[in-house]
C-alpha cells in the first residue's frame, strides 16, 4: 500500500509563536521535512534565501503561479506567498511527514486538496500578548505592526477549520500539544488499517 507521510498544516495569528513552536518541533523530530515558501517580502535582517523562504521577485513569482509550480498561495500583508508543490508532493511520497507553516487563507485551500492532513492552529494565551509580542519583535514598522494585529483577529475567526488549536503559554507545553497530536493522528484507524487488511486478509 502507499505509505504516504503525513501533512502538518500550522497557521496562527502573527505574534502567536507558531514559529518557535515549529522550530522546537523539528528540534525533537528531525525527521519532518519543512515546506520552504516562496515569497516577494524582502528578506529580514538573518534570513537567508533558501531556508527561510525562497525569495522572488513579482515576475518571478507570477511565472511560478503561472506554471502552476504552486500548491497554494495567497497575498499576505502586502505580498505573496506561495508552497512549492513538487518538493511537498515528493517527500509525502517518500512517507515524509511535510509541515507546511501558512496563513489560513493558504490552509483552506490546501484542506480542499488534502483533507487527510491534519491542520494545527496556534493562539497567544491572550489577545493582548499579541501586540506585545509583534512589537518586541521589532522587525516591522509601525504600519506593517497595525496590519499584522487586524489580520491576526480576522484569522483568528477562522480557528473552527482547523481540527486541533494549541495554546501557546509555554512553548515546551504546547510543542508536545503538537506532538501528542501527530502522534494521535499516526494512529487513526483509517491511517493503519490498509497495511493490516492487506497483511491479514
Ligand atoms: P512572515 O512574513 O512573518 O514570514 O509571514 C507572514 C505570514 O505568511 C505568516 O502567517 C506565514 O504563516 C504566512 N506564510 C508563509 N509562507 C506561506 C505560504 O507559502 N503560503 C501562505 N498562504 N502563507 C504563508
Known sequence: ?????????????????????????????????VS????????????????NYYFLTMEEFKERLENEQFLEYAKVYDNYYGTPKENVMEQLQKGKDVLLEIDTEGALKVKEKFPEGVFIF??????????????????ETEEDMEKRLNSAKEEIQKIHEYHYGVINDDVDRATGDVQSILSAEKLKTERIYPQWTEKYT
Open 1 to 33: 500500500m502507499e505509505n504516504r507521510g503525513l501533512l502538518i498544516v500550522i497557521s496562527g495569528p502573527s505574534g502567536a509563536g507558531k514559529g518557535t513552536i515549529c522550530k522546537a518541533l523539528l528540534k525533537k523530530d528531525p525527521s519532518i521535512h
Open 36 to 51: 520552504v515558501s516562496a515569497t516577494t517580502r524582502p528578506p529580514r535582517i538573518g534570513e537567508v534565501d533558501g531556508e
Open 122 to 139: 496556534i493562539l497567544p494565551p491572550k489577545i493582548e500578548d499579541l501586540k506585545s509580542r509583534i512589537v518586541g519583535r521589532g522587525t
